[in-house]
């Protein structure tokens, strides 16, 4: 199942590890990623009960990452039903060992409210981003957004194949490699991708904005979105 992150991966380059203290006038960027056997074994005990998609499920995955603001360590998050991303404040790490326990804590407050969320713990995946400058942010969240846009009937044909096999249906994953073949199973099981919200296709985001912080559950893309970074 792809996760939507091959946007990213042109950014891999600007990757941390260890402890780091950025430079000045660098962002410190935290990426949050699901291990995508996990996910899929998760919708598929929840099938028995949910609809199609498992909206409920995705929702909650929104929740854990946005509710990543509230740590006060972030000025902006982006959230799908696949990864996080979030943008560090600037003066949240000026000194040694303060951006490994910031990683710490942030993974692991994901990975705990989604836990209470879901009922269930998912194992998360933390990596640490230097970017020069917020053009490059922006270009790799713009990025990411676009291949998850992109990927949204792959995406969606593999979690109705997670469904599937929770009710002990049929499914392989060689069953959806073609878009017709993705846009039949969907069909097949009452799902209109033209009719899903915008957040299925492009995911959410929360910006802090002085002492207010702003929701976007209907997120533009391309440059539009890359200004809403800061």
């Not at 970017?131 to 270009?139: L, S």
């Not at 990411?144 to 997670?162: C, D, F, M, V, Y």
């Not at 392989?172 to 009719?195: C, F, K, W, Y």
Request: glycine share 8%; aromatic share 8%; with cysteine.
């Amino acid at each position: 199942m792809k996760n939507g992150n091959n946007g990213w991966s042109g950014f891999s380059a600007f990757q941390v590890f260890g402890d780091h203290v950025p430079m000045d006038g660098f962002k410190l960027v935290v990426r949050i990623s699901l291990d995508p056997d996990q996910v899929r074994d998760v919708i598929a005990e929840r099938a028995q009960s949910q609809a199609p998609l498992d909206p409920d499920f995705a929702r909650c995955l929104l929740r854990a990452g946005l509710g990543l603001m509230q740590t006060g360590l972030v000025s902006f998050v982006y959230a799908s039903g696949c990864e996080v991303v979030v943008v560090l404040l600037p003066d949240a790490v000026l000194s040694v060992g303060e951006s490994l326990h910031i990683h710490d804590r942030i993974v692991t407050q994901y990975a705990a409210s989604l836990a209470l969320l879901v009922g269930k713990v998912i194992p998360a995946i933390g990596e640490v981003y230097e970017f020069p400058n917020v053009g490059v942010v922006r270009k790799a969240v713009v990025a990411l957004q676009s291949t998850l846009e992109e990927t949204t009937p792959s995406r969606s044909a593999h979690w109705i194949g997670a469904q599937m096999r929770g009710r002990r249906e049929a499914f392989h994953p060689s069953m959806v490699e073609t878009l017709e073949e993705q846009m039949a199973i969907l069909q097949a099981n009452g799902v209109d991708l033209e009719s899903l919200p915008l957040w299925w296709w492009r995911g959410m985001a929360v910006r802090r904005n002085g002492p207010e912080v702003e929701v976007f559950d209907e997120l533009p893309d391309g440059e539009e979105l890359g200004a809403l970074i800061v």
